[in-house]
């Protein structure tokens, strides 16, 4: 049995652990809240709404555009900003030096924040906040996800807590905050709901020459948006098979 007395914060992407902002220094640990007991034994909870930024947010903005409602805003009215992908320009294919997420154009990929909702709801596609964001989020790559806030919170033996995987704008990331001790005696994770695979993109007529784009099978997702196809790697993204129909 583990007690903690911490802000709990887990990624589905451990690479995505950026610079957070003087917003999550405000809430703390969450100010707050009842207590929750993850039960009964053998289950599975998913505690965040989550939903693909639809328009940009620029740093000193105070609304947010959604492409969907956060159902969960129902119980909190607290949410994370997140700049999970858009690294642009792409660095090239096959690079194998550190990857420098600040070093592209505004905004930076893992820079995150906590923001606290003043209107919209569980129904809402625009929320408006209680203060200005402190970093700029572009829409192509950014999302936005509930953050219950609980007192104590316990999870019962054979429990698992968990979050919705990656699906290409949304998701991958389990957040909460709590103010009180934290006792874990099942499983809090997001193991392998952070970027995907490739997809299968079989061609028998595809050639073998050269590495890139429509010779070679898919490259795994990464913070470039849209990798396309290669053998070599983008950022980190694994390359796919020698030519097409060779594998993902």
């Known amino acids: 049995m583990r007690t903690l007395l911490m802000r709990a914060l887990l990624w589905g992407v451990l690479l995505l652990c950026g610079t957070a902002s003087a917003e999550r220094d405000r809430f703390g640990l969450g100010g707050g809240g009842t207590a929750r007991v993850f039960s009964p034994a053998g289950s599975s909870h998913k505690i965040n709404s989550h939903t693909k930024l639809n328009a ?7 609304t947010l555009v959604l492409l969907g409602a956060l159902p969960e ?3 909190t009215n607290l949410v994370m900003v997140i700049q999970t992908t858009g690294l642009s320009p792409a660095p ?9 997420l600040s070093a592209g154009a505004t905004p930076t990929v893992g820079h995150w924040e906590f923001a606290q909702i003043k209107t919209g709801g569980p129904t809402s596609t625009s929320l408006t906040l209680t203060a200005p964001l ?3 989020y572009k829409s192509a790559g950014a999302q ?4 219950p806030r609980y007192g ?3 999870v019962n033996s054979t429990v698992t807590v968990t979050a919705d995987k990656w699906n290409g704008s949304s998701g991958g990331v389990l957040a909460f905050l709590a103010n009180g001790p934290l006792i874990n005696n099942g499983t809090i994770q997001a193991t392998g709901l952070g970027l995907q695979g490739a997809t299968f993109a ?4 595809g050639g073998c020459a050269g590495s890139d784009l429509g010779n ?3 490259r795994g997702e990464d913070v470039v948006p849209a990798p396309g196809d290669s053998r070599d790697n983008s950022t980190n993204g694994g390359g796919g098979g020698s030519c097409r129909g060779g594998g993902g």
């Open 73 to 75: 805003l129902a119980t």
């Open 152 to 154: 104590a919170v316990t």
């Open 92 to 100: 090239a294919p096959g690079t194998s030096t550190p990857v420098d």
């Open 216 to 218: 070679t099978g898919r």
């Open 202 to 205: 079989g061609d028998a007529n």
């Open 56 to 62: 940009n947010a620029n740093a000193g903005t105070d």
């Open 134 to 136: 402190v970093h700029s």
């Open 144 to 147: 936005v996800v509930t953050v």
